[in-house]
């Protein structure tokens, strides 16, 4: 199960730290080009916080388990990325963009199994 946790955490984490990287870097304008069009609700600061959230969340669910440091901050990071998640599937589904609500709803299951095992049986 320690393996499958794992490999939980740095898919997540990955995925997490480029959709962050993401939202920083580019403009509002250029994100809904290219299908981000939830961005158009949000002002751009929001739009920057929320990234900076999802690239905290990614490097918090990797970074600390791979060197032995303050390893508590994993399960807290993916603690944060359930309630980012509970935010985007209240957003997209007022939206009703269902398609999104799903993914969204799969990262939320994915993150709290990696939360469940590493508060838990498997923490380091």
């Known amino acids: 199960m320690n393996v499958v946790l794992w490999i939980i955490a740095i898919l997540l984490g990955l ?9 920083i870097l580019q403009p509002k304008e250029k994100l809904i080009e290219t299908g981000l069009g939830w961005v158009e609700t ?28 303050a390893e508590v901050l994993v399960p807290l990071a993916a603690v944060g990325i359930v309630l980012l998640m509970i ?4 957003v997209h589904g007022r939206r009703r963009e269902t398609p999104m609500v799903i993914a969204n709803l799969v990262l939320l299951v994915l993150a709290a199994v990696v939360a469940w095992g590493r508060f838990g049986p498997y923490s380091f």
């Open 87 to 90: 935010g985007a599937v209240v």
């Open 42 to 69: 949000f002002a751009p600061g929001h739009v920057k916080i929320i990234g900076a959230l999802d690239l905290l969340a990614g490097v918090g669910l990797i970074l600390p388990a791979a060197v032995g440091v």
């Open 15 to 23: 995925a997490f730290i480029a959709a962050g990287l993401m939202k």
